[in-house]
């Protein structure tokens, strides 16, 4: 795979409809792509199967055509890559950086929840399988918005989840698997993964995977300051009308006013975008939703 030109991608886990949050990163991963000439691809990332909302998957999709935004090649499900995880995790076993492990969340609560070593005596017919991180595992990396970034992954995370007790793919196996696998030089996404980043670099590593570029986008926050949820009603995407969203998006990216031409339909909205679109606008800092509402909106 050519991993010279830029891939980017949007990878939204199908818990309910897309959202402002949602969209940020969508639109921000996708002008980052386009500014750079590269792809842009759409993965869903549908392993955790308790937290999946029936439908999710296919509206989401439907809301990213809406709103112009159209992946470049087939659309990437998780649910599909079982074996390919199960090639990788077999590799990490073999190797002894990965272990079975039947703690449960209540008997690692007086270690923080963090696991160092195996505190369960007797083993559990349907162990997890963690990655073994060794002490003094402190991996730095750049964030290409946020600057030098630095995580004890030893020490603030601990011995990670691949695969669940309940069968279900942990988020960090599958997104290493797929990132690699679909030549991703740019993970362009939210803020709340930053904190994940650490991990995944540790993961691709240990897999002998290459480690694309980071990029995390500030949150859109609501007035108590907390993240904007998926169960806030009012702000799931409207299909129907996607140019108040997009103008908003598009300015909670920091970029200059749309002339009035670029705003009639969402295609010609994008075009707008990409010809103005300037990386170095990007804010570095989290943004409060009620800052974003104007008279011109
Ligand atoms: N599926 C994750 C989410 O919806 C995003 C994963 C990623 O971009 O790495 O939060």
Redesign the pocket.
């Known amino acids: 795979m050519d991993t010279s030109h830029y891939r980017g991608?949007?990878?939204?886990?199908p818990?309910g409809p897309l959202h402002f949050g949602?969209l940020l990163?969508a639109l921000g991963s996708w002008l980052l792509a386009r500014h750079a000439g590269g792809r842009w691809l759409v993965r869903i990332?549908d392993v955790d199967r308790g937290r999946e909302v029936a439908g999710a998957a296919r509206d989401q999709l439907d809301t990213l055509a809406a709103f112009g935004l159209h992946p470049d090649e087939p659309v990437l499900w998780q649910s599909s890559r079982g074996e390919r995880y199960r090639e990788l995790l077999q590799r990490l076993l073999h190797q002894g950086l990965a272990f079975e492990c039947s703690c449960s969340r209540s008997e690692l609560a007086a270690a923080g929840g963090i696991h160092h070593r195996c505190v369960v005596a007797a083993p559990r017919p349907r162990p997890a399988v963690r990655l073994k991180v060794a002490a003094g595992a402190v991996l730095a990396f750049d964030d290409l918005l946020r600057g030098p970034q630095r995580q004890d992954v030893h020490a603030e995370v601990g011995d990670f989840v691949l695969l669940r007790a309940d069968g279900c793919w942990a988020?960090q196996l599958a997104?290493v698997a797929d990132?690699a696998d679909q030549g991703i030089t740019h993970?362009v996404?939210?803020a709340?993964?930053l904190d994940?980043t650490a991990r995944q670099i540790l993961l691709q590593r240990a897999l002998g995977l290459p480690t694309p570029r980071y990029l995390h986008l500030p949150l859109v926050l609501d007035a108590d300051g907390h993240k904007l949820s998926k169960s806030m009603a009012a702000l799931p995407l409207d299909r129907g009308d996607p140019l108040p969203a997009l103008a908003l998006a598009w300015k909670a990216l920091g970029q200059p006013a749309l002339p009035a031409a670029g705003r009639r339909t969402p295609d010609a909205m994008l075009h707008a975008m990409l010809q103005r679109f300037d990386p170095a606008r990007l804010p570095r800092c989290n943004i409060a939703f009620a800052s974003l509402r104007g008279p011109n909106l």
């Open positions: 991608r949007f990878a939204p886990s818990t949602s990163a990332e988020y997104v990132d993970v996404r939210g709340d993964l994940s």
